[in-house]
T-cell receptor, first 105, second 113 residues
Framework: GIQVEQSPPDLILQEGANSTLRCNFS?????LQWFHQNPWGQLINLFY???GTKQNGRLSATTVATERYSLLYISSSQTTDSGVYFC???????FGKGTRLSVIA | KAGVTQTPRYLIKTRGQQVTLSCSPI?????VSWYQQTPGQGLQFLFE???????NKGNFPGRFSGRQFSNSRSEMNVSTLELGDSALYLC????????????FGPGTRLTVT
């Protein structure tokens, strides 16, 4: 089956810094979503982005399907951005192992 | 529009017992999927239901089962619980399934002692 790899596994930032999270996948995809898992475990939808670029406030995402990767950009990070970010592809969703982000005040 | 709801939110059971978890999708959504999250295995797909029919099934033993009702609400059941079934169980709904965006509920945290 398809493999999804996320990097880096852990990231520590000072508040106000920018970051880029990467998601590589091993085959073509028909669906790609980015999620933020909050401390209570709920997966919060960030982007549905099988291809192209989208922006939502301080967050933006780009998927280059032909090169099999997606990037999530977080600008001017805040402590509330802390948590685990997951990339998931296809249907049913196949998840990466996530990137654990810690933003320090 | 209300989001996906799951009940109960927390559950403690003993080995050998069975458990039923419930999921109500977003109004108008016809597809419900279930996922298990553990520290060791991460997020894994259990099954998907659409119009009361199981459309897809993950690689889990037969002790894991589910169903969907005519109002799209879904239940999953785990029989003969094992310690390894301790996990966060997440339900997701989407309009039609397939490549449509999935929205997750808050999850049910199951602890098996």
């Amino acid at each position: 089956g398809i493999q999804v790899e996320q990097s880096p596994p852990d990231l520590i930032l000072q508040e106000g810094a920018n970051s880029t999270l990467r998601c590589n996948f091993s085959d073509s995809v028909n669906n790609l979503q980015w999620f933020h898992q909050n401390p209570w475990g709920q997966l919060i939808n960030l982007f549905y982005i099988p291809s192209g670029t989208k922006q939502n406030g301080r967050l933006s995402a780009t998927t280059v399907a032909t090169e099999r990767y997606s990037l999530l950009y977080i600008s001017s990070s805040q402590t509330t951005d802390s948590g685990v970010y997951f990339c998931a592809v296809n249907t049913p969703l196949v998840f990466g192992k996530g990137t654990r982000l810690s933003v320090i005040a | 529009k209300a989001g996906v709801t799951q009940t109960p939110r927390y559950l403690i059971k003993t080995r050998g017992q069975q458990v039923t978890l419930s999921c109500s999708p977003i109004s108008g959504h016809r597809s419900v999927s279930w996922y298990q999250q553990t520290p060791g295995q991460g997020l894994q797909f259990l099954f998907e239901y659409f119009s009361e029919t199981q459309r897809n099934k993950g690689n889990f033993p037969g002790r894991f089962s589910g169903r969907q009702f005519s109002n799209s609400r879904s239940e999953m059941n785990v029989s003969t619980l094992e310690l390894g079934d301790s996990a966060l169980y997440l339900c997701a709904s989407s309009l039609w399934g397939g490549t449509y965006e999935q929205y997750f509920g808050p999850g049910t945290r199951l602890t098996v002692t």
